[in-house]
């Protein structure tokens, strides 16, 4: 079992910066990589950005390369997502989850084992 706990979200204007975090804890051991998501509401759980755990690669979303970055503490079991010049079609409860499955396809929801509660996004124009 992996619990994730999620923090950071909050309300921001537009141009604005969030810092969100995700510490793993529990069997933590078989992690390939860590991923958020994010959904707004009536909208699908889209993926946003990817990072495994070993080599630290890296993988975003169209729609927030540039303005979004993941990054990983190993040793903390901790991700985390800065998103910069958020605008308002970034709100949404943001999730972090937990793959195990070696090579996984990253951008793939079936393919995380594991999911944090999420953390609200607010953007305001």
């Known amino acids: 079992q992996v619990q994730l706990v999620e923090s950071g979200g909050g309300l921001v204007q537009a141009g604005g910066s969030l810092r969100l975090s995700c510490a793993a804890s529990?069997?933590?051991?078989?992690?390939?990589?860590m991923g958020w998501f994010r959904q707004a509401p009536g909208k699908e759980r889209d993926f946003v950005a990817a990072?495994?755990?070993?080599?630290?690669?890296?993988y975003y979303a169209d729609s927030v390369k540039g303005r979004f970055t993941i990054s990983r503490d190993n040793a903390k079991n901790t991700v985390y997502l800065q998103m910069n010049s958020l605008n308002p079609e970034d709100t949404a409860v943001y999730y972090c989850?937990?793959?195990?499955?070696?090579?996984?396809?990253?951008?793939?929801?079936?393919?995380?084992?594991?999911w944090g509660q999420g953390t609200q996004v607010t953007v305001s124009s």
């Open positions: 990072i495994t755990w070993s080599l630290g690669r890296t």
């Open positions: 529990g069997r933590t051991f078989s992690t390939y990589a």
């Open positions: 989850a937990q793959s195990p499955v070696r090579r996984a396809l990253v951008v793939d929801t079936t393919h995380y084992a594991y």
